[in-house]
Every structure is written in structure tokens, then in C-alpha cells.
């Protein structure tokens, strides 16, 4: 079969395409990101227990629960909180009812 | 006046002793009076570098800690009589390294010194931050490769910070050393360039040392690259390097490896 192959007409593999500006970039949205941070208090740990601490003044919640994510882009970033609330009302939100 | 000189990156495995050993041979040749201090406590490998690995008696511990007289813990190069070795300890922890001990010596050295080049240890731990607290000079040895730029970025910080210049409000005077460079894999797009480097950094450049089996070489003998083979491509650029960091204007090329059939066989008879 692989005789075959050397008639066939099927051109040769594309050499890989550079890589080294897909490196050069991910370096600058990275090293914009931590050049910020340098020297602030890790700004997710600070979220997450703010929208921590303001939720559960109103529904009884598990911390371990709580899921703050962040996904940087090069304009845009988007944050991401998701809370899993248990289906029965906890007391607090009983007594706010 | 003499001047302290941080070699340092971060990431690990860049080349920081074999830039400290080529530069520290390079001032020498050109008369300058340099002493290299290891700061990699308990991975010492300077010494091994230099070729003096059976020659060491006492440490910069054993100095900074009162045991040792400094003139007795420095190994004078057989090579170049202007060339001292101060190496690390091998079997304390980096613990016993202080800051007052550290700046203590590193004052003494001043005393009869014009250049003191401080090998740091990888990583951003006390080794690192004390190799580069005292410094006048920092050179950042990056491999154009991206954990190399960020661990080299981050370094960039600490020297603007968390130097004894910085929180005098002085600077530290910052070069990048760019080393492991291959033109032929930058110009092919499949290695970080120069520029890309540089543009990311925002720091001058002092160098750019060509990937060579030089290096290698030189190191299995126990002899810096430009002492071991003055000719190599390596030993040419760590030379310019070295003027540069005296102050000459020297263009920047990349020396290119030698290639072709001659230098085959000439590498043979070599290797």
C-alpha cells in the first residue's frame, strides 16, 4: 500500500505552522495580567469571600460550593460565580420570608 | 568603584553559572579584578564550572558565619591570577545564609574587587532574593522559551523592588542576556525571536548567546567557554557581552555556528 502511495498524487505533509507567535502572545496577555497583580492581595480570594460573605446573609450556603472563576482574553475578561444553593430553604431565608 | 552583579533568571537550568563563569573569565582576560560568589547553597556547581571543584576548603557560610577569614575561602583562578572563587556550601541549608552576613561580605569583597558576580539560585527563595539584595547590576539570563520570559519578568519585578537600591529609590541597572539561541529555528517561526524577547521584557539587551556544543564542552572540562575555546561562537559572544557591560558601543550580531564540511571534521578531531 505504501508503494501506492509514492504514485498517488496526494502532496506531502504542510510543514507545522510557526508556533512562536502563538507564544509571543499568550506571553503578553499573561504577563499584563501579573504585572498588575503584583504586590494586590490575590483579587479571585478577595471575590470570592466578599459574594461569600453577602450570599450567605441571606441563603444558608456551603462554601465549598461557591466557584469563582475568571477567564482572561486579550480585551475582555469574563468572571464567573457559581453558587450551588441547597434545595431546601435554609433558616436564614426562612426567617427572611 | 566596584560593582555588585547579580546573574540571576528565576527559572532554572538557563544558563545563569555559565554565564557567570564565561563573563567572570571575559572581565578577567580584560583585567578586570572579579571574584564570582555562588549563592546556590547546597547545589553549589560554580566551582565545578570553574574547575575548582577540588580546591575548596572553606564557603561563603563558613565566611558569613565568622569560621573562615574571607582570603582563606577564596580560591584564586590557576589561570587568571585577577579571578577568585568564593563558593557556596554544600551540605548547610540556605537558611544560614543572612542578610547582614551576606551584605558584610559582600562589602569586604568590594574592598579589593572591581567586579563581583553573584550566581543566584533558581527560584525566587532567600538564596535568590540575597544574591540580588546588594546588587548594582542584574543580568537576567532568559531562554527564548515562555516559562523562561515569565520566570525572567517576575525577576524584573523583585530587582525593582525588593533590592537595597530599589527602596532607596535607585535603580538596579538591568540587562537581558538571551542565551540557548538558534537564528535558524527563530527565523522559522518556531522559536521566539530577539524582538519578541525584548519587546516583552522592556529591558536592554546585553547578549545573545548561540545554542553551541561549546557550552557543553567546556563545562565537562571544568573550563569557562572563553577560556576553553576563545574562538567558539559562545565565547565570542560572551566577550561582547562583556564590553558591553563595560560600557563599549559593539554591534549586536548573532554569531553564527561555524558549519561545513571543514568544521565536521575539525569537530571530530575536537570532541
Known amino acids: 500500500m505504501n508503494i501506492l502511495r509514492l504514485f498517488s498524487s496526494r502532496p506531502a505533509p504542510a510543514p507545522a505552522p510557526p508556533s512562536a507567535p502563538i507564544a509571543r502572545e499568550r506571553l503578553q496577555i499573561l504577563l499584563a495580567h501579573e504585572r498588575g497583580m503584583r504586590g494586590q492581595p490575590d483579587l479571585l480570594m478577595l471575590l470570592r469571600e466578599e459574594i461569600l460573605a453577602a450570599v450567605s446573609r441571606h441563603v444558608t450556603l456551603d462554601p465549598d460550593k461557591v466557584i469563582v472563576r475568571m477567564d482572561r482574553g486579550k480585551n475582555v475578561s469574563t468572571l464567573e460565580v457559581d453558587i450551588e444553593l441547597p434545595n431546601v430553604p435554609g433558616p436564614k431565608l426562612a426567617a427572611a420570608g | ?271
Not at chain 2, 104 to 129: K, N, Q
Not at chain 2, 192 to 217: F, K, M, N
Open chain 2, 1 to 271: 568603584m566596584a560593582k555588585v552583579l547579580v546573574v540571576t533568571s528565576g527559572k532554572g537550568g538557563v544558563g545563569k553559572t555559565t554565564s557567570t563563569a564565561a563573563i567572570g573569565v571575559a572581565l578577567a582576560q580584560i583585567g578586570q579584578k572579579v571574584v564570582v560568589v555562588d549563592f546556590d547553597v547546597g547545589l553549589r556547581n560554580l566551582d565545578l564550572i570553574m574547575g575548582a571543584e577540588r580546591r575548596v576548603v572553606f564557603d561563603l557560610i563558613n565566611v558569613v558565619q565568622g569560621v573562615a577569614k574571607l582570603p582563606q575561602a577564596l580560591i584564586r583562578d590557576k589561570r587568571l591570577e585577577n579571578l577568585c572563587l568564593l563558593p557556596a556550601s554544600q551540605t548547610r541549608d540556605k537558611d544560614a545564609l543572612t542578610e547582614e552576613g551576606v551584605g558584610r561580605v559582600l562589602e569586604e569583597l568590594r574592598t579589593s574587587h572591581d567586579w563581583i558576580l553573584c550566581d543566584s539560585p533558581a527560584g525566587i527563595e532567600r538564596g535568590a532574593t540575597l544574591a540580588m539584595r546588594f546588587a548594582d547590576e542584574a543580568i537576567i539570563v532568559t531562554n527564548p522559551e515562555v516559562s523562561s520570559v515569565r520566570d525572567s519578568d517576575r525577576i524584573i519585578g523583585m530587582l525593582d523592588a525588593k533590592t537595597v537600591r530599589a527602596e532607596k529609590g535607585e535603580r538596579v541597572e538591568k540587562h537581558v542576556l538571551i542565551t540557548r539561541y538558534d537564528a535558524a529555528r527563530a527565523a522559522r517561526g518556531e522559536m521566539l525571536s530577539i524582538d519578541d524577547v525584548l519587546e516583552i521584557l522592556a529591558t536592554p539587551l546585553l547578549g545573545i548567546i548561540p545554542e553551541s556544543q561549546d557550552v557543553l564542552r567546556a563545562s565537562n572540562v571544568g573550563s569557562p567557554v572563553t577560556l576553553n575555546n576563545p574562538a567558539s561562537s559562545p565565547a565570542r559572544a560572551y566577550v561582547d557581552a562583556t564590553k558591553r557591560l563595560l560600557g563599549e558601543t559593539i554591534a549586536m550580531t548573532i554569531p553564527a555556528e561555524r558549519s561545513g564540511l571543514m568544521n565536521l571534521l575539525r569537530g571530530r578531531r575536537a570532541a
